[in-house]
């Protein structure tokens, strides 16, 4: 295989055939001029690198000027000018800038050994450029002119346009006699300074010389012409062979190593030791560098440059980049191989880092992230992009991503969607490849997609997960597709992440595809599902994707809803949970009413909770059947629920059932009942209800519970309850009443509202205030309140025993200022004291405020009835 000819280049507008006004890329062989002797690294603090960097960058753009304008053309003298006072202003800080040309980048000895920093592959193509124009070092004077600038740069673009023509024999070298031919002293090119060679190293490369000689076609610093592939070959098996004599380790004596060396150089051919050695001109040995790292280092350029060039000519494809590295490393290991009596290892220490497939991959990446920018764009537009290693199309997608502007983000974009669909080729190698690719990308993916991942990346992924028939492989695309997943997700993007799991649970369920169900269900795990609960109960517009992907397992859905009931701010979260609740309709309110009827006290709860926010009906159609097998606090918690004014609109169907079922509810739980029952006008109730009054219930026969009654006749106007009324009100058993005075005071309040006496202003006041002050409420209080100028002493009894105080009061309850924290639904033992009264109650905690607790009545007797109706009526203003 050999390397394309490069086309000439027009002297004129200083550009290739090839590829007009753009420049030639870097392509060249092993025999440049003399390599630099660098200096140690000095410390120059005042000195940025930027500085530099900017003035490298300036000089690349005069230099290209130079080939594309004329001699006085306006951009050239502006480029040149910008060029000189960057690189004058380094020159000065630095006390000399000298630049080390190397393959892929330039080196500043005084900033430092490693490469300039080259985001942007600038400064690799400028070392590209002047190593094609057969310069290896560069060094700028303190002090240089602008003309001198000048004449270098035109130097360079003519030392470009004879890189095909035939080389001179017997030249003087061309650099050094073109730089004293145009009276240039402030730059220096190719200078030769001292340097410190290891003795082996020295002794080789005398034996090369002595071997090879100085051929014609190297004499002098010309341009030359790339090898061919056998050429390459025969040199790598030299250096191969005459590393195993260079090894201390090997235990070899003086003579017999170079013995070995000889021997090796005789059975090279002259051409081939001549090459080995013009190589050794260009990569010539770092100070004190070892002959063992630096024969790899040697090795490693060789290839390079090789590949590098065959790569740029077009006669070195993508998919073959990777075989190549592999057939010429195993070249050197074959050649590096020892069997000496003296050998304490099989190969030398180059081969044996050949051997590894570690290093060769390391090589072919650094050799794709080396690549310019043009070649690289290229392949990673085609069909072969699978074959560009990760790191490199890593590199290149961030820094387009970087690049900020429209057009770069789009290029990376299209290079992300093209290489993802690669996942569709034959080659199971390159599909695991490809996959293991798409992983490591996903922080690229997410920057260049920051609001929702195209739908072809996903679905390319998914139906290459379905067909995919390797383990490893399919493990790869499933561990993508979950990731696009979780970024879905995490984005907000419910649509997108819908689709994901809407493909998956279309594949076929058989145990070839358990791996695409596995995977469905991992997308929803806990993590996740957390996530989608937690965004479709935010304080926002309700996603359409967010009810659809949570009915999938509505049992998890109420499970989580339970759990978050039981946290501080639980309530907070009800109207959202109703919202999303009454969105998946039927498939999870089934499962809330199956939950009333479980032992699970907190199920229970909860699902008493969401259904009277999110379908009252519901619960009101299960409580027949549930309310006996609940305790007091679940019954409460329902009929509370119920009659709370946002369900105002089944008030009447509420009162109904609570009709039905006022025998199966506790003591405790029916005076609530039977004030709804009166507040909504339930009249198919009141039947009922004068039984109770009358005390001839079977078994709601409790006084409080006959008070109750007796006062929801009177809200509801039951003429038909009127001589009931009476009787109770003034019937006697001898001298003495027949009925306690409480129920007496009852009787005749309710009778005043039926019969509409004048007496009952203060009656009708009572009730009628009570709706005045609630009208904006839609279910109307049923007591009115009193509020208290001086607040009455309370006592609380029980586990939250304590002292309080009760700043407003009513027949139904009262708001309590305590220091004591009660929880809704709290049970407590109330005694309050007004004067030398003292009234005791049975409350439950229905409301918490920002200093107390509002508390409702639930029982009381007869005396202590009688003494709350006459505090309240005292407080009264008709």
């Known amino acids: 295989m050999a390397l394309r000819a490069m086309k000439p280049v027009d002297e004129k507008n200083g550009h290739s055939e090839r590829d007009p006004g753009v420049r030639p890329q870097a392509r060249h062989g092993f025999w440049p001029l003399t390599g630099a002797v660098r ?80 985001p942007h592959g600038e400064l690799q193509a400028l070392a590209g450029e002047l190593q094609r124009s057969g310069i290896q070092s560069l060094i700028f004077a303190r002090k240089f002119h602008v003309g001198e600038l000048d004449t270098l740069a035109q130097l360079v673009k003519a030392a470009l346009l004879r890189s095909e023509e035939p080389v001179k024999r017997g030249g003087t070298p061309w650099w050094p006699a073109r730089l004293l031919e145009n009276g240039v002293e402030g730059i220096q090119v190719n200078a030769s300074t001292e340097r410190k060679v290891d003795t082996v190293l020295a002794s080789l490369m005398a034996a090369l010389v002595a071997y090879g000689g100085n051929a014609p076609r190297e004499s002098a610093n010309t341009p030359i012409q790339v090898p061919e592939i056998d050429d390459l070959v025969a040199a790598l098996r030299l250096l191969a062979r005459l590393t195993p004599p260079l090894e201390v380790a090997r235990g070899l004596a003086p003579e017999e190593a170079a013995r070995a060396i000889h021997g090796a150089m005789e059975e090279a051919s002259r051409e081939t030791v001549r090459m080995l050695l013009s190589a050794i001109t260009v990569y010539a040995p770092r100070d004190a560098e070892r002959p063992q790292p630096y024969l790899l280092r040697l ?52 081969a044996t880092a050949w051997a590894t497939d570690t290093h060769r991959e390391q090589l072919i990446e650094k050799f794709w992230l080396e690549l310019p920018p043009r070649e690289k764009s290229k392949v990673l537009r085609g069909p072969e992009v699978w074959t560009v290693p990760v790191v490199a199309l890593r590199q290149t997608l961030g820094q387009l991503a970087a690049a900020g502007a429209d057009a770069p983000r789009r290029e990376a974009r299209n290079i992300v969607l093209n290489y993802a669909r690669r996942l569709e080729i034959e080659d199971p190698a390159a599909r695991r490849g490809v996959a293991a690719g798409l992983n490591e990308m996903t922080a690229i993916i997410e920057s260049l997609w920051p609001n929702q991942t195209p739908e072809d990346l996903s679905r390319g992924a998914m139906n290459a ?17 979950e990731t696009l997943g979780r970024i879905a997700v995490s984005r907000g993007d419910y649509a997108g992440f819908e689709n994901i799991l809407t493909t ?17 269900h991992r997308l929803v795990a806990q993590d996740r599902w957390l996530m989608l609960v937690d965004a479709a109960l935010a304080n926002r517009a309700l996603d359409p994707a967010l009810p659809r992907l949570l009915q999938r397992d509505p049992e998890r859905l109420l499970d989580r809803l339970t759990l978050l009931l039981t946290e501080p701010r639980g309530a907070e979260y009800m109207p959202a949970m109703a919202r999303l609740l009454r969105t998946i309709g039927v498939p999870v309110l089934n499962l809330l009413e199956a939950r009333l009827y479980e032992a699970r006290r907190q199920r229970v709860s909860a699902a008493i909770r969401l259904l009277a926010a999110a379908d009252t009906e519901r619960l009101l159609r299960g409580l027949p059947r549930a309310l006996a097998s609940w305790e007091w606090n679940l019954q409460d918690l329902a009929v509370s629920e119920i009659a709370r ?17 006022l025998a199966d509810a506790h003591p405790l739980v029916v005076p609530m009942m039977i004030d709804q029952i009166g507040l909504s006008q339930e009249t198919t109730a009141v039947a009922q209800l004068m039984e109770i009054a009358a005390g001839e219930h079977e078994i709601l026969r409790d006084l409080f519970v ?49 019969l509409n006496r004048p007496s009952s202003a203060r009656i009708r006041a009572a009730f009628e205030a009570a709706a005045q002050s609630n009208a904006g409420y839609v279910v109307p209080r049923r007591y009115v309140r009193v509020p208290l100028e001086s607040p009455l002493r309370a006592q609380i009894d029980g ?72 505090l309240v009526q005292r407080h009264l203003q008709v």
Not at 41 to 67: M, S
Not at 507 to 512: G, I, S
């Open 39 to 118: 200096q140690g690294p000095l410390a120059f603090a005042e000195v940025k690198p930027a500085d530099v960097n900017r003035a490298l960058h300036e000089l690349h753009i005069l230099l290209r000027a130079k080939r594309l304008y004329e001699k006085n053309h306006p951009r050239l003298l502006e480029d040149l000018d910008a060029s000189y006072e960057s690189l004058r202003s380094a020159a000065t800080a630095l006390n000399g800038l000298e630049l080390r040309v190397e393959r892929g980048g330039i080196v500043v000895p005084k900033l430092g050994e490693a490469h300039m920093e080259d």
């Open 299 to 350: 090795s490693e350029s060789l290839i390079f440059e090789f590949l590098g060039a065959e790569f740029s000519a077009g006669t070195l494809t993508p998919v073959n980049v990777h075989p190549m590295f592999n057939r010429l490393g195993d070249v050197l290991v074959a050649a590096g191989g020892y069997s000496g009596p003296h050998a304490s290892q099989h190969l030398s220490s180059l």
């Open 465 to 481: 997960l379905e067909k995919e028939t390797i383990p490893e492989s399919g493990a790869l695309l499933a561990a993508f597709i």
């Open 504 to 520: 998956l649970e279309r594949a076929p369920r058989d145990v070839e595809h358990e791996h695409v169900a596995a995977l469905a």
């Open 645 to 661: 004014p946002a369900n105002a609109a089944s008030a009447h169907s509420a009162a109904f059932v609570f009709s039905a079922i």
């Open 706 to 754: 006959r008070i109750k009654a007796i006062e929801a006749l009177g809200r509801m106007r039951a003429l038909e309850a009127a001589e009931l009324l009476r009787q109770l009100a003034e019937g006697r058993e001898g001298l003495a009443y027949a009925e306690p005075a409480g129920l007496r005071a009852a009787a005749e309040d309710a009778l005043a509202l039926l």
């Open 799 to 870: 586990a939250q025993a304590g002292l309080a105080r009760v700043k407003t009061i009513s027949l139904g309850g009262a708001y309590l200022e305590s220091p004591k924290k009660l929880n809704v639904g709290d049970s407590i033992q109330l005694e309050v004291r007004s004067g030398l009264r003292r009234i005791h109650f049975t409350a439950v905690v229905r409301n918490i405020g920002p200093d107390g607790n509002g508390v409702e009545f639930v029982h009381m007797k007869d005396e202590d009835r009688e003494k709350l109706r006459r």
